[in-house]
């Protein structure tokens, strides 16, 4: 099975930190995904990488980076934490790009910004 | 502009009862569909998909079917169970090579009344 490891569940950072979330799969996948989850707006793709040092902006780019420095691990960047970046954070890998790999999801990072 | 669209924020079922989630689309590029499930603090779980060749998919008591026509698809779920109770997301994607992730839908809570 493949899993997919977000390094915390719960973190709070204050407005204007600099914020690390870091994502691990054990599954050898090339391609490596962030989404953000909030009500009433389902999953919004952040960035995703299909190769190491490859990134690609995805729907809701701003405020964001990330870093794939080795295949296995993929993380996001807020360069300047902000209120609006409070919700939950979700990592995925899947084997193609596409429609016909499904993604494997963490279980989230649910970060609050105060 | 949502691409994707689940009309429906909340079901609930009886249980025993067939549960009826739908989607619509409007990228004609789309070819391969899926849904997720979700529980709380646990990241989407891969469920069912389904190719544009097909216009049904079954998996035991999970049964997808897509109207290209109309771009529409719609889970089935029969019996509905208590553990069913979680929120679902139709994702969509396109297999010709794109290198864009899945655009998801917002997600339908299902509720599992026993």
């Known amino acids: 099975d493949v899993k997919v490891t977000q390094s915390s569940r719960y973190l709070v950072k204050r407005t204007g930190e600099k914020v690390f979330l870091e994502c691990v799969q054990d599954m050898d996948h090339e391609n490596m995904f962030w989404y953000r989850q909030d009500p009433g707006l389902g999953l919004r793709l952040i960035y995703f990488s299909y190769d190491v040092k490859m990134k690609e902006k995805g729907d809701i780019p701003e405020g964001y980076s990330v870093s794939r420095e080795k295949k296995e691990r993929f993380s996001l960047i807020l360069e300047s934490a902000s209120t609006n970046q409070t919700s939950m954070y979700l990592c995925a890998s899947s084997l193609g790009l596409g429609g016909r790999s499904p993604l494997h999801f963490g279980n989230g990072t649910r970060l609050t910004v105060t | 502009d949502q691409q994707v669209k689940q009309n429906s924020p909340s079901l609930s079922v009886q249980e025993g009862r067939i549960s009826i989630l739908n989607c619509d689309y409007t990228n004609s590029m789309f070819d391969y569909f899926l849904w997720y499930k979700k529980y709380p603090a646990e990241g989407p779980t891969f469920l069912i998909s389904i190719s544009s060749i097909k216009d049904k998919n079954e998996d035991g008591r999970f049964t997808v079917f897509l109207n290209k026509s109309a771009k529409h698809l719609s889970l089935h779920i029969v019996p509905s169970q208590p553990g069913d109770s979680a929120v679902y997301f139709c994702?969509?994607?396109?297999?010709?090579?794109?290198?864009?992730?899945?655009?998801f839908g917002k997600g339908t809570h299902l509720i599992i009344q026993p």
């Open positions: 994702a969509a994607g396109n297999s010709g090579g794109g290198a864009d992730g899945l655009t």
